[in-house]
């Protein structure tokens, strides 16, 4: 019987050894997307722009909504509000497809061979592959309407690592309850339309009566959603104590998924 390790270090060792197929993978899932298509890959980057100019034009010349009450700029609730997204985005369509991750590869269940626990990070790598689109056209709208971003957007790598981490423990447990439990695809649909609503993207945290905003703070999104705002247009230094909670803590969850998918993947074969 196959033994798998469920140290910490193997959770990075394995990822690292296996790099080559998760780069293979990643680029087959990102060109099998668009495949057939017109355009191709270029979709990845007119999506966004269309949603970037759509949120511009309804948010700031229809509603004239502000964020804030001491803003004035038409286009910063667009900019503001599709940041936040990006990052929702990125949360949810990973976790959106971790349950039928296990149970639409039912071939390389049987081989044992196999690193099935690459699969999360394959998902993960080709979501941030689509995030880096739309971040880029962030970017290029930025400088269109305000000029050079600050120079703290090169503090946005260690603030949506964590989230990455956080979202492949998430994506391990998920990935392996879907085998035994087909009902979780269903749940985690319901969960991520109300977490859009219960996650600072449409109204600053601000907005909530002082009493109400340390229950927003339970939301695991919060505080990536805001430091990515921070980093990214408001040009502020996330606080480096929230910083070290958020990476330890994800940390944890990454290795925690990482044991359960270890633990569980056993019985993969029999149920499916």
Known sequence: MHIFSISPREVMVSLWRNRNLIAVSV?????????????GIFWSFFNPL????IYTVVFSVVFQARWGAGSSSKTEFAMVLF???????????????????????????????????????????TAMFHALISFGVWFLAYGLFFGIPHVTVLLLPIVVWPLLMFIMGLSWCLASLGVYLRDVSQIISV????LMFMSPIFYPVSALP?????????????????????VLYWGRVPSFELLVIYWVATAFVAWVGFVWFQKTRKGFADVL
């Not at 680029?27 to 355009?39: A, D, I, K, T, W």
């Not at 940041?83 to 959106?96: H, S």
């Open 27 to 39: 680029r087959r899932e990102v060109l099998g997307r668009y495949r057939g298509s017109v355009f």
């Open 50 to 53: 269309l949603m970037l100019a």
């Open 83 to 125: 940041a936040g997204l990006i990052i929702f985005n990125l949360f949810t369509e990973c976790i959106n497809r971790s349950p039928g991750l296990i149970i639409s590869n039912v071939n390389l269940v049987k081989k044992v061979v196999f690193p099935l626990e690459i699969l999360p990070a394959v998902g993960v790598l």
């Open 191 to 194: 969960v991520t339309s109300v």
């Open 210 to 230: 002082e009493s109400y905003r340390q229950f927003l703070y339970l939301n695991p999104l919060t505080p990536v959603i805001e430091m990515t705002r921070d």
